[in-house]
């Protein structure tokens, strides 16, 4: 399984102190099918721990994911700051996430480059 964040949610996880193994972990509670909120075409929410506390007031993380084999870190929020996203909001990340999920690897690695997403490295 390979985990990518965009350069938008790099931004944030900096800022908010979220390490790579908590986006590591979330990953792996999903691939044992223990995903909080399927929201359909690929795209899932998953909860963060907030770190030294628990995931209830924790973040809540946008990810376009297939099962086995790629999980890309989009969007995120701490639970105190707001409450969900938007019917708007949904549809566009649905969208995308067509669109991401469905790169090829040459189409990948060139956003690689460019910095558009990162890839998290396992440890």
Known sequence: ?????????????????????????AVARAEKGQIDADLGGGVIKQRIAR??????????????????????????FAKSQRANIDADEEEQFKEAA?????????????LLKRGDFVEVKNE
């Not at 990518?4 to 193994?21: H, M, Y």
């Not at 770190?51 to 995120?76: D, L």
């Open 1 to 25: 399984m390979r985990i990518f964040t965009s350069r938008w949610f790099q931004r944030f996880a900096r800022k908010e102190g979220i390490a790579d193994g908590a986006l590591r972990e």
């Open 51 to 76: 770190p030294g506390q628990g995931r209830s007031k924790g973040y809540r993380t946008i990810i376009f994911f297939r099962q086995a084999a790629r999980a890309f870190f989009v969007y995120g």
């Open 98 to 110: 067509k669109h991401v999920l469905g790169l090829t690897e040459q189409q990948l690695a060139e």
